[in-house]
């Protein structure tokens, strides 16, 4: 307790535990968001550093169970779609994640919340991007390195892969689970290259393995409600979840 006490007070640990069982539960819903919900969420209760770190380890976890969950076949099919998009991202993503403690906290909220504002909009007004199934391989490596890139230094790289999975038309059930083998070995990757960083270390470490407790309890929850709901019901699900978000983020970037 002692450990978790040094890194906030107890409100605001038990405040994150509740951001935790939320984002969990959108995650369970439509398949992302949960580094968003808890890097913006928990961001009000303490530093921007303690909340990527304190999302690590749930991220990973919650990842694991929902690219698992049609079993190891359907995950490794996954894997193998999008092997392209998985390595350029985790390239991207070391070598971001060095900018953690250079780059101000305000610039860092607003270059993820910007970009998530805008595309989530435009979907909503009926600007559908469609790519078909073939993309030329340019675009790929091109959404896949700023999901890494993002992602390296926030935890967050949702956006551009929803928007990616999105534009190929790809099925509910398939695009969750893609998104799960995508953020799931995203993060694994981000758990490595943060003991690298500095920022996962014997204080952070026991914040994050307790967040993980809400965020299964919430993935359950959500994954409930996604079983019930139709495509066009989880397309604007996700879009609604990204704008208020990224709004979120915008709103503590300008506001410092």
């Not at 675009?139 to 390195?145: D, F, L, N, S, T």
């Not at 551009?160 to 993060?187: M, S």
């Not at 359950?220 to 879009?239: C, V």
């Amino acid at each position: 307790m002692d450990l978790l006490t040094d890194l906030a007070p107890l409100t605001a640990i038990f405040a994150c535990l509740i951001v935790g069982l939320v984002a969990g539960v959108v995650k369970g819903m439509v398949g992302f968001a949960m580094p968003m919900i808890m890097i913006s969420g928990m961001g009000s209760f303490v530093s921007p550093e303690v909340a990527l770190a304190g999302l690590i380890l749930p991220t990973l976890v919650t990842n694991g169970w929902q690219a698992l969950r049609q079993g190891f076949s359907a995950a490794k099919e996954a894997a193998v779609r999008f092997r392209t998009f998985l390595i350029v991202g985790f390239v991207a993503l070391v070598i971001s994640a060095q900018l953690v403690r250079v780059l101000p906290a305000d610039t860092m909220l607003l270059m993820i919340g910007i970009p998530i504002v805008i595309f989530a909009i435009t979907q909503l007004m009926g600007k559908v991007l469609t790519l078909g199934e073939n993309p030329p391989r340019w675009i790929e490596y091109a959404i896949a390195g700023f999901a890494g890139l993002i992602g390296g230094f926030s935890g967050v790289w949702g956006p551009p892969t929803v928007a990616y999975l999105t534009a190929l038309n790809v099925p509910k059930q398939a695009h969750v689970r893609a998104q799960g083998v995508i953020y799931g070995l995203g993060a694994l990757a981000l758990f490595g290259a943060h003991i690298g960083s500095g920022v996962i270390n014997a204080r952070t470490l026991p914040f994050s393995a307790l967040l993980v407790i809400p965020a299964l309890i919430g993935m359950w929850i959500g994954f409930r409600i996604q079983d019930r709901i139709d495509q066009t019901a989880f397309r604007k699900a996700t879009l609604v979840v990204l704008l208020v978000a990224g709004g979120n983020l915008v709103r503590r970037g300008l506001m410092g």
